[in-house]
């Protein structure tokens, strides 16, 4: 078991997956459950999360999500999963996409969002409709035949009306159910084991009060990860603070030697920041911190040692 939650791109990121497969393969793990907990998060991060998930964990595990929220990017991230359960008061969907200051993706950028979901749907075995009207206001119903098999339409002449036109699609765990988007609902461990299919299964971890699941190596890095890229996300500003105060001093500084001092210890906090941004990808682009800005610091760093 596996938490993924937070924001998509920062706590919920595919670097940490990635890392957790060695892992996952010395100990001969069969099945992996990604139980997800988000509101969403960066457009950015949904690509590298497909690929973690698509070419290197459904060929190594069975994997499959367990849906306590999944709102937006955190939805576009699982959907490449073809088994899907949901927790009693589960949620799914709300896929609209936004930049800048809250501003709805539109154009040719929400014809590249639209086409690499429904490319992911196909990954995950789903029909490309349930995704599109989580993305756009399309109405989206079906039709279920004497075998059960559905047909998804994103119009409103199938005979269950799932999704009405002029708004956007979010699953619960009953509507999820009912039209076979998710495979069972439950909060229960020992529910989940049987829905998977199995009699018993051994999940590996230590048992921890309070949790409902043993926590695993891979999850208790997870948790390391979330910790380390929130503080460093809470002290970026002040990271840009002290190296911004050391530059300036060095820059109003006369004396050569004095400057000199200040210019090294600008150079320990841009250490700091540039530690930052390998660790945490994501953190760097939403901050700037290009190869270049570090490559402008630098230059600058130099410049003002010169007499």
Known sequence: MITLEGMVGVQFAA???HNSIEWLEDNEIDIVVFKVNSGGGYLLEIPKM???????FKPRFRTVAWIESAISAAAMSSHILEEIYFMRDGNYGA???WSGALVAVEGLELEKVLYMMERVSAQGKRAPEIMRSMQIEDPLSYNRNQDGEITWYNTDEGEYMVNPAGRILTFD??????????????????????MLGYNEIEWVG????????????????????REGVTKAEERMGSYFQKYGTAVQNAQGSQDLKQRGSFVGLARRHLAVIRSVAKNYPTLAYVNGLSDD???????????????
Not at 50 to 56: A, G, L, N, Y
Not at 293 to 307: G, K, T
């Open 95 to 97: 896929c609209t996409g």
């Open 15 to 17: 670097q940490p997956l």
């Open 173 to 194: 765990s009953a509507q999820a159910a009912e039209c076979k988007f998710s495979k069972g609902t439950t909060n229960d461990l020992n529910t989940l084991t049987t």
């Open 206 to 225: 230590k048992e921890v009060s309070g949790e409902i699941f043993p926590i695993s190596q891979p999850e208790a890095d997870m948790r390391a990860w």
């Open 50 to 56: 497909h690929e973690v998930i698509h070419d290197e």
């Open 293 to 307: 800005w570090f490559r402008e610091q630098e230059r600058m760093l130099r410049d003002l040692l010169r007499p």
